[in-house]
């Protein structure tokens, strides 16, 4: 009689999804392999709970996956690549003195790094910001305010140069 699949898929899952994060390097990712691979068990789970090791083999379909993920991965670069070879489109112009700007940016945490760059680079207005972000208006003001914050304080500039 096979072990019931609860038991297993909750003994079973957080190893699973190590090992599919240790293959594709995306926490995502990861979580979505070793989801498809508890789906396929628990649809066959009559034949597959019988199995000696029936976490070897859901270690099996997120390796097969993981794979696949990766082939379709580098075949969306290529193409993408491709594309861009065809047309260069020139980027927008910053100035080498925005240069360090831009880095303190990134060192953001990243929601505020989005909504600065959203904000001061395609200047977009707050509400826009919000959208794109998927979040509230009055979130996204929070975002903006705490990374002028700091910037500010990294750039060593009154808040207000920042607004």
Known sequence: MPED???????????VVALAYSLSGSRVAA?????????????QWEKVG????????VRRVVSNKSISLFRRRTSEVKAVTR?????QTPLPEIAAADDEFWKVVRDLP????????????????VVEVAEILGCTESTAKVHLHKARKTLAKRLRLDEGELE
């Open 5 to 15: 699949f609860e038991a297993f898929y909750q003994r079973e899952f957080r190893q």
């Open 31 to 43: 979580e979505d392999l070793a989801q498809e691979a508890f789906i396929a068990a628990h649809q």
């Open 50 to 57: 019988r199995y000696e090791a029936p976490g070897a083999w």
């Open 83 to 87: 594309l861009a070879m065809r047309r």
């Open 110 to 125: 990243k929601r505020q790094a989005q909504a600065v760059a959203l904000f001061y680079l395609e200047d977009r207005p």
